[in-house]
């Protein structure tokens, strides 16, 4: 008695693979398919390489004498087990007994009938569920029904009119005052009532001026506990160093608060973390956009890396990958948490002047930032002296209760007296 082995396989891998290399696996909604090598098969992809939730999009057509049959990994006909799991197909060299691994997806393919199936889809898509109510009842309808189907549709041919009318009105506002001007009108009022919307948290029923803006909602006791390092590096700079960045011109209000530092103590440690944390918001608001390298220079630890991130940037897609950027509210938004870190770190009371030349925004925006928080602004002493010392004058702000309540400036003309 002989006993006969059956030959051994072997495994072969067979590098990676593109998208396009998957292999594909087709099942039909109706049933088995009897002679298979009858079928046409025809792959579609996206013709979008950039977006990549597009570029993935594949269509398979198969064509036969009867039917035609179609199938795709999106929308709602697709398998959602695609992005569940993975499939792999083996394919067997008999010569060789090695057997190739590619990755595949699945394909359900469903029959479809040209031109009747294409009318009634883009009849279903175009017609609403009012438009089909409407259709029953002008058939089936009573008269009553009848009649408010026909005074409904009176009453929209006026609101087309109507509609028309304020079309025509505001095309001829474009016309005289010009489409920019407008959008920058827009924009400024967008950016006025946003500015609200990016203040830290508030309560205005505090009791004491450091708790309206709580200062574990600008640091948490985490985030200022992982700036120790970083704090002492800043509490050590030397003379020559502060003067340095002083000549650069960046950082003013923090060199400001470094040069009167307590000598000891928490209250020496505090100013010195707030004033390495208000660096990286200074810096942050001279950026476009911001990077995972942003911040490695100073020693940034990562958990205020990631505030910054998600505190101050917003996400968009350029280019075929996601940017965090800086948006005219972003701005808005770090001058706003800047200003209120700055009051902790100056007994309720901040240098508008300097905080606006650092954050390189104007002194108009600035103010306008403060009056929204609530606060006081207190105006330089008018005095003789000459326009240079006018001038280097610093405009400061304070915190005290109960908070300032600002209403928006609007100018009035005076009527001409008759004579």
């Known amino acids: 008695m002989t006993t006969t082995m059956a030959a051994s396989c072997s495994l072969e891998c067979c590098g990676e693979e593109r998208d396009a290399d998957k292999a594909v696996i087709v099942r039909f909604s109706n049933g088995s398919v009897g ?54 197909v083996g394919v067997l060299n008999k010569r060789t007994k090695q057997m190739e691994v590619h990755s595949a997806q699945l394909f359900n393919m469903q029959p479809t009938m040209p031109g009747e199936t294409d009318e009634a889809k883009s009849e279903d898509t175009t017609r609403t569920y009012r438009d089909k109510v409407d259709s029953l009842i002008e058939a089936f309808g009573t008269n009553k029904q009848k009649r408010a189907l026909t005074s409904r549709r009176l009453n929209q041919v006026g609101s087309d009119t109507l509609h028309q009318a ?30 609200a919307l990016h203040l830290p948290p508030c309560d205005a029923t505090a009791d004491k001026p450091e708790n309206v803006y709580m200062f574990d909602d600008l640091l948490s006791p985490v985030e200022f506990a992982a700036l120790e390092t970083a704090g002492s590096k800043m509490a050590a700079l030397t003379t020559e160093e502060l003067q340095k960045m002083t000549d650069d ?81 972003m701005r808005a938004k770090l001058a706003a948490y800047s200003l209120a870190l700055l009051l902790h ?75």
Do not use: W
């Open 35 to 88: 002679n298979a090598d009858k079928l046409d098969f025809s792959l579609y992809k996206s013709a979008d390489e950039v977006n990549p939730r597009k570029k993935s999009r594949r269509i398979l057509v198969a064509e036969t004498d009867r039917l035609s049959y179609v199938g795709s990994n999106f929308g709602a006909g697709s398998l959602k087990c695609n992005s569940l799991c993975n499939y792999y």
């Open 249 to 329: 011109g960046r950082c003013l209000c923090v060199v400001a608060h470094l040069e009167n530092m307590p000598g000891v103590g928490e209250a020496r440690d505090k100013v010195a973390r707030c004033a390495f944390y208000l660096s990286l918001l200074l810096k942050l608001a001279r950026q476009k956009s911001l990077t995972r390298k942003f911040g490695q220079e100073e020693g940034c630890p990562r958990i205020i890396l990631s505030k910054l991130f998600k505190t101050f940037t917003v996400e968009t897609f350029s280019n075929g990958r996601v940017v965090n950027i800086l948006s005219t509210s």
């Open 345 to 419: 770190m100056g007994h309720m009371t901040a240098d508008l002047t300097l905080l606006h030349r650092d954050l390189g925004i104007t002194e108009a925006r600035m103010i306008e930032v403060a009056k929204s928080m609530g606060l006081t602004l207190i105006k330089p002493a008018r005095t003789k002296k000459d326009d240079a010392e006018l001038q280097g004058e610093h405009r400061q702000a304070s915190l005290r209760l109960p908070l300032v309540k600002s209403d928006k400036f609007t100018e009035r003309r005076k009527r001409k007296k008759m004579i």
């Open 166 to 195: 304020v079309a025509k009105a505001a095309s001829n506002v474009i016309d005289q005052k010009g489409l920019e001007a407008l959008q920058q009108e827009v924009a400024d009022m967008e950016s006025q009532g946003d500015l």
